[in-house]
């Protein structure tokens, strides 16, 4: 079985998305994977867009950007959608797309709209919708990496990883509903801690933290 | 000051009353350019002027995803020579934000979500808690308006996922109002836009 993942994320090999396709395919060693390792460009080359043609499984992983999916990989999307429309139906094959998407806020419910929108996608493309996870806290998931993954706080990320490794490796699989989990910590607990990496960061790029609040361009 | 080719003459001569109203659409194509025109003619006639973000395919860059305009150089993005810095002096003079976009996949369409993703500078990294969910707390001082226009949908699906979006959207800008989204179907009245932005501007 073919699986192409797609790490929807600027950020490349240090993303957490690519950290997250990682443990996909540690977990389903019985698939040959291609990665796509990162979208910048929103234009596919004609190379790319054979090569998702070709999968049984499209595993899409990205990072919610202002609530939904970022531009590039919309744009990208678009070209496999009318790549796939324009040619004819003895070239398409049945193929199956999971979706994982990490978003930097606590709550995994808030990446709920952007798996309607690739679930939308699918349907606009004639590829099978078969379940997502969205995951919250996902600026920790590559934070916490050297963590082992029994620790509790890991935990959902794990169980989330898992389900959906189970669903890509079972040629029929579909995850039963889209799943919202986040790392298990209080709300208050991981603002303390974002915003104190926050501030680490703003430090080592020489600003204090009150620099943090500039206002420019008001006129 | 705003660039003066942007502002519209108001009838009668008067000062300009208030803060204009920042439109983001992509003039390539024909319907949001249409709903451009239409919107520009009911600003006049409402005396407010417009701020218009044009979302040409490849005029933006995509967001990096580098946080730079949160930790490195605040509300700054590091790409300086496309429409980014525009749109967020725009976003950060605006009590209004007028977003025209086809509905693809119950979201803003490519050219419209590539520039949008770029109005990051104007949220702070820290987090407020707001209806039980974190957001991240606003840059600058005014609670922006964001008003929506949503045309050319596939299905109804896509319609509804595309008023939860904006909704959200709206949410994460530090404004909430549930009906600021219209949906323009080929079949609305011909007065059905004016009726609404009227309201909505005059609120």
Redesign the interface.
């Known amino acids: 079985m073919k699986v192409v993942a797609i790490n929807g994320s600027p950020r490349g090999e240090a993303s957490n998305s690519r950290l997250v396709i990682s443990y996909l395919q540690e977990r389903v060693s019985n698939c040959e994977w291609t990665v796509i390792p990162s979208i910048r460009n929103p234009s596919p080359d004609q190379g790319m867009l054979d090569l998702m043609l070709g999968a049984d499984v499209l595993v899409l992983v990205f990072p919610l950007y202002v609530d939904s999916v970022p531009g590039s990989l919309m744009g990208f999307l678009e070209s496999y959608a009318n790549y796939r429309k324009n040619r004819s139906k003895n070239d398409l094959r049945p193929q199956r797309v999971f979706g994982f998407v990490n978003c930097g806020f606590i709550e995994g419910n808030q990446t709920a709209g952007a798996l309607q929108v690739v679930q939308h996608f699918c349907a606009d493309a004639g590829v099978s919708w078969v379940g997502g996870v969205g995951f919250g806290s996902g600026e920790m998931i590559s934070a916490l990496k050297n963590v082992p993954a029994r620790v509790g706080i890991r935990k959902p990320l794990f169980a989330a990883v898992g389900a959906l490794a189970e669903a890509i490796a079972n040629p029929e699989g579909r995850l039963p509903e889209n799943q919202f989990l986040q790392h298990r910590l209080p709300w208050w607990a991981f603002k303390f801690i974002a915003e104190f990496m926050w501030r680490k960061q703003a430090k080592k790029n020489g600003l204090r933290s009150r620099d943090l609040f500039a206002v420019p361009d008001i006129e | ?2 660039p003066v080719e942007t502002l519209l003459p108001i009838p009668g001569g008067r000062a300009v009353p208030t803060k204009p109203m920042s439109v983001v659409y992509d003039p390539s194509s024909k319907a949001g350019q249409k709903i451009f025109e239409e919107v520009e003619e009911i600003s006049r006639s409402l005396g407010v002027p417009l701020l218009p973000v044009e979302a040409l395919d490849g005029r ?1 860059r ?6 730079s305009c ?3 150089t ?3 993005c590091i790409y300086k020579k496309d429409g980014g ?1 525009g749109l ?2 725009s976003l ?2 605006s009590n209004l934000i007028l977003v025209i976009s086809r509905i ?8 419209v ?5 770029r ?2 500078p104007i949220l ?4 407020i ?1 707001f209806n039980g ?3 991240h707390r606003r ?3 005014q609670r922006p308006k964001l008003l929506v226009v949503g045309f050319g949908a ?2 109804r ?2 319609e509804q ?1 595309f008023i ?2 904006t909704e ?2 709206r949410n ?1 800008l530090g404004w909430r109002r549930s009906r600021s989204t219209f949906i323009l179907k080929e079949d609305s009245p011909s007065d059905a836009l004016k009726a609404w932005l009227s309201q909505e501007v005059t609120q």
């Open positions: 000051m705003y933006f995509p967001c990096a995803g580098c946080f949160w930790v490195k605040p509300g700054v810095p967020v002096r950060a003079n693809q996949w119950g979201t803003y369409e490519t050219s979500k590539t520039a949008v993703d109005m990051i702070h990294p820290y987090f808690r969910e974190l957001h840059r600058y001082p596939l299905t699906e896509e996922t939860g979006y959200s959207h994460n």
